[in-house]
């Protein structure tokens, strides 16, 4: 019994404090999402235009999450997570999406963001089973994800020149 409460509290704090969590999907990558922690459970929104993706996190599927530190960017803890999708205009939606709207960064429409995220997202709640998961020894270092958003350029001629000027100064 204690270490079950241990274990809940190690999951609860390192998740509250970190920025991103690590989700593994039935079948997907692991991804890094941005969430707020409410009432017990990790929460996300996203699969709408301008937030982020959830492969894979289908309600009532289980997924993996891993916590990193915020300081250092080191695992903390793995647990298992029962997947929720609350249903827009619930009770416990507009409870979750007040807590979640405050973490929002650049949001592109500030306070019509609910309004958008009932109509075009999906928010989930990633409950804890009470199974955490052995860190793994290895580093789990994975090539990124293809991408439009990341392209390579050559630098412009004149780059070394202007970076060179001010180590002079």
């Known amino acids: ?3 079950e409460l241990l274990d809940q509290a190690l999951v609860e704090e390192a998740t509250k404090k970190s920025g991103l969590i690590w989700v593994r999907g039935p079948g997907s990558p692991a991804r890094a ?3 707020a922690w409410h009432e017990g459970a990790a929460c996300v929104v996203g699969d709408g235009p301008g937030e982020q993706p ?3 996190l289908a309600d009532g599927a289980e997924a993996e999450v891993t916590v990193r530190s915020k300081d250092k960017g080191g695992r903390l803890v793995s647990w298992t997570a029962k997947v929720v999708e609350l249903g827009a205009g619930s009770e416990q939606w507009e409870a979750t999406v007040a807590e979640l709207k405050g973490k929002r960064l650049n949001a592109p429409d500030g306070e019509a963001m609910p309004g958008r ?3 075009e997202c999906r928010v989930l709640r990633l409950e804890p ?3 955490l998961g052995a860190l793994p020894d290895g580093s789990l270092a994975e090539a990124p994800l293809p991408s439009a958003a990341t392209t390579r350029r050559p630098i412009p001629a004149g780059l070394p020149r202007l970076l ?3 180590k002079r100064r």
């Open 1 to 3: 019994m204690t270490s």
């Open 33 to 35: 999402l941005w969430h």
């Open 54 to 56: 959830l492969p894979g």
């Open 117 to 119: 995220w009932a109509r």
């Open 129 to 131: 089973t009470g199974a």
């Open 164 to 166: 060179l000027k001010k």
